[in-house]
């Protein structure tokens, strides 16, 4: 016989268990629509895999488990995925969150399932693949992803396992009413889990206000090495880390894991479905939920699917909706207020409380801490309550953290013992919360500064970067100078050699024109300069061609132009002297210089009209290019060209269409 | 020389303590020295109590400057999104009075974060260029985006928008930010007689 410990505090509340016992686990058949909230453990929430629209059997994988914390979803029945959207949720806080809804096509086809297969036969890892497909998350109230908590670190040798049928909590029965129902199963779950942990030991932890379920596990785990360990009843002797002090005597340390102190610990609901998950391949779709409460008429286990809503359930066990002043998720000691009945039945769900009003009165209003010490007394945690009250109420959350406020499991002993009515856990939550908050604000805040101290550098680099370039740019001109400088210093000044180039340039042309102008000297000397020129720009050809500069193509086009214009002065050159041998008139220069004349000529004589005829002859040439371009824009529509040239052309055709009229207007007035 | 000085206590006395503050004061000298701090270690510690959302309500450019001006003397009430909790956290560090905010620099909003209205955004890059954390996201003339879990909500890229595209929105409570409040106690008298309460309800 194992010695059993003992815990400190702990409160003993009246039990009311009895009331959903009487009746064998009911099935709670195929609601219409199920409702399954893609987070319904603690981590991540799962990734949907079907779309709306798509058909589902029982058994599919609707939604694959995102991370390491996270638990697959699975369908509870076949039917149709109706809607992936945000829905009401079990949840004190009331807001809802994303949900995948199925509507049921009654017909509860399975897909196509593993083989079933004896656990013996298959190795650690694989064991646990199919633990974590099958999307257990622990069945207790937690909800924490059973395949992580059972995936240790290579090289951890696990004391003790320890399977959870405590359920201490006043009203809750599901695991009791497990335990007499499916107590093989139960046990075949916990080898299934001491083959994968291979523990020294391994117990199951039962109170000793359930005889049948003790008596029915016992008989169970006849010759398998299992322990079946009774303690008196203690509230909250369940809570994870009373439990392992309870059976082991070992204190998991402040903010430390069961493993620590070489325990795993699974609650008996969790190890039911790990053999079904193991044996029969079967996903976690269903669970059993107790609905009690004076404002039912038949209290009672269900078999649930996932996904059920609350008011189904409700409905089968005859609920009073007129007695019920509130909905209760979990038990009376930790649950929380259900903001509507029509909320779905979660993994976690181990209870739907509907109390009458006099039998879970609304709280009294709280009274001035007394400083009786009595919660003190009755913390399993052994944490000071009271001082935890004072710092909370005052937001000295730092002191609160120092007494060890993350310690605190929120059994609610504490609240249930004051005398004052306080509602004590609600302060430790929202210190837990405030403080949680001020930890990610202040990530946040860290991440924030070195982004923002990141950028400051950024700038500065790139500031400077820009500065050095132009301090280089500055070197390299004033060089550039000096050298020029250095080379000009042999002679005077350059610029002042260019000035007097330039006047005395001046000042022979000024001397040419003053004599009689001599048109031979003249060609002759641009022919000369030209030359000049030339040699000029081929010396700078070749310079660049020698540098391999990236102007070449520029220089090339230069020196073209320039021998072009050489062949052009020496052809006139020559031109003038024939001219001059014959002493002939020279025949009217070039094309060019005839249309000059021509439009000289033209000018003169429009100088010469009238008015009125200017009037006309605008008329008609503007007539004539708006003629142009209407036959332009329609051989463009014909050949269909694109939109943007046809409008360009049809407001060209406006626009003439506009000065034509414009000109007409003239007309008349001239001719008026 | 020792009996000088037993003749004369009194220079006996003088000796050893000017001998004594010699080697005392050259130990310090030396500490002073060998251990001297880099930078000033309160403005350290200013900064980490500060938001860090770099968005100058304060009337300096960014976080760390009105660390040092704080440690320099100025008033500590000049941040909002700091809050009171941010002052009081202040108060207790440097051993200054709680005062309320100034209300001058703005008041203590819930946290915001920018979202740009993507179709009206004709991709200028001014936001981009104002964002103290690059939380921006875009190029010329393409369209921008908040990248939200980045945004400080300091809003600085609003004024700059020269089309109006950017929304401060108030941050939704999810789940995850979702948390139990403190009970209220504000309105409870004590007079109230616990046994009165529900049995006349």
Request: with cysteine.
């Amino acid at each position: 016989m194992r010695k059993i410990h003992d815990f400190h505090g702990g409160i003993h509340p009246v039990e009311n268990k009895h009331q959903s016992l009487h009746t064998p686990i009911r099935d709670a058949g195929i609601p219409a629509e199920l409702t399954l909230p893609l987070s319904q453990h603690i981590g991540a929430p799962a990734t949907p895999l079907v779309a709306v629209g798509e058909r589902v059997l029982k058994g599919q994988l609707v939604a694959e488990a995102t991370g390491l914390v996270s638990a697959a979803l699975h369908a509870p029945t076949s039917g149709t995925v109706t809607a992936i959207e945000p829905r009401p949720i079990a949840h004190p806080s009331g807001l809802p969150a994303p949900c995948l809804v199925i509507a049921s096509d009654g017909e509860d086809a399975w897909c196509e399932l593993p083989p079933p297969c004896s656990f013996e036969t298959l190795e650690r890892p694989e064991l646990l693949a199919r633990i974590r497909a099958a999307g257990i998350a622990g069945m207790g109230g937690a909800g924490f992803p059973a395949a992580v908590k059972l995936g240790l670190k290579p090289g951890t040798q696990v004391e003790t396992l320890i399977i959870n049928g405590t359920e201490c909590e006043p009203y809750i029965t599901a695991d009791d009413i497990l335990m007499r129902e499916r107590a093989a199963q139960i046990v075949r779950g916990a080898q299934i889990l001491a083959h994968l942990v291979a523990p020294a030991e391994t117990v199951i932890g039962i109170e000793d206000n359930k005889p049948e379920a003790i008596a029915a596990m016992c008989a169970a785990a006849e010759g398998t090495g299992i322990e079946i360990a009774v303690f008196p009843t203690k509230y909250p002797s369940g809570g994870e880390k009373q439990l392992i002090e309870l059976l082991t005597g070992k204190q998991v340390p402040s903010g430390g894991l069961p493993m620590d102190v070489g325990v795993v610990c699974q609650n008996v609901g969790t190890a039911a479905a790990v053999a079904d998950a193991v044996e029969h391949g079967r996903p976690l779709i269903s669970r059993i939920t107790t609905v009690t409460g004076a404002a039912v008429d038949e209290p009672q286990n269900f078999e649930v699917l996932l996904g059920t809503p609350m008011s189904h359930l409700l409905a089968l066990a005859g609920y009073r909706a007129a007695d019920n002043p509130r909905l209760v998720m979990g038990g009376p000691m930790m649950g929380f207020t259900v903001p509507d009945p029509g909320v779905p039945i979660v993994k976690t769900t181990n209870c739907i409380l509907a109390p009458s009003a006099q039998e879970l009165p609304a709280p009294p209003p709280a009274q001035a801490c007394i400083r009786c010490g009595l919660c003190a007394e009755a913390c399993p945690a052994s944490l000071l309550p009271q001082q935890l009250y004072w710092f909370a109420r005052g937001r000295e959350f730092e002191k609160a953290e120092a007494h060890n406020l993350f310690d605190c499991i929120e059994c609610g002993a504490c609240s249930y013992v004051c005398p004052s009515n306080i509602p004590l856990v609600q302060y430790y939550r929202a210190a837990k919360a405030e403080v949680l908050q001020m930890r990610r604000d202040a990530q946040k805040a860290e991440h924030s500064r070195q982004r923002f101290e990141a950028r400051q550098e950024r700038l500065e680099r790139e500031e400077a970067e820009k500065e050095a370039r132009r301090a280089a740019r500055k070197q390299a001109a004033e060089e550039k100078a000096r050298r020029a400088a250095d080379a000009g210093s042999g002679e005077a000044d350059p610029v002042q050699a260019a000035i007097e180039r330039a006047q005395a340039r001046k000042a022979a042309q000024a001397a040419g024109a003053a004599s009689e102008e001599n048109p031979l000297q003249k060609l002759e000397k641009t022919v000369v300069t030209t030359r000049e020129r030339l040699e000029k720009a081929e010396a700078k050809l070749a310079q660049a061609r020698s540098e391999g500069a990236d102007h070449i193509a520029a220089l090339e086009t230069g020196v073209e132009k320039t021998r072009a214009k050489l062949a052009a002065a020496e052809q006139a050159l020559q031109d003038y002297q024939a001219q001059q041998t014959p002493a002939e008139p020279a025949p009217a220069g070039d094309a060019a210089q005839a249309a000059i004349q021509k439009a000289m000529a033209a000018r003169a004589a429009q100088a010469n009209k009238s008015p009125l005829e200017k009037a006309r002859d605008n008329l008609e040439k503007l007539e004539a290019r708006l003629a142009k371009s209407e036959a332009r824009l329609a051989e463009s529509r014909a050949a269909g060209e694109e939109e943007k040239i046809v409008e360009a052309l049809a407001s060209s055709v406006e626009r003439l269409q506009e000065k034509v009229a414009a000109a007409r207007a003239e007309l008349a007035a001239e001719e008026s | 020389m020792i009996e000088l000085l037993v003749q004369h206590p009194l220079l006996a006395a003088l000796l050893a303590l000017v001998g004594l503050g010699a080697v005392f004061g050259a130990l310090l000298g030396y500490a002073a020295v060998r251990f001297r701090t880099e930078g000033n270690p309160i403005v350290e510690q200013i900064n980490a109590i500060l938001p860090q959302t770099q968005c100058g309500q304060c009337g300096h450019p960014g976080c760390r400057p009105y660390a040092e001006a704080i440690a320099a003397g100025e008033d500590i009430n000049k941040c909002p999104p700091g809050g009171q909790a941010g002052i009081e956290a202040l108060a207790q560090l440097l051993d200054r009075e709680v005062v309320p905010l100034d209300d001058e620099h703005g008041e203590e909003k819930v946290p915001q974060v920018a979202f740009i209205r993507e179709d009206e955004c004709i991709g200028c890059t001014k936001c981009i260029q104002a964002c103290p954390v690059d939380a921006i996201l875009g190029a010329a003339k393409h369209m921008h985006t908040v990248i939200a879990s980045e945004c400080t909500g300091c809003d600085l890229c609003v004024e700059p928008c020269p089309v109006d595209c950017i929304d401060m929105i108030p941050q939704a409570q999810t789940l995850q930010t979702w948390h139990w409040e403190l009970p209220d106690t504000s309105n409870r008298g004590a007079d109230i007689i616990a046994t009165d309460a529900g049995e006349a309800a």
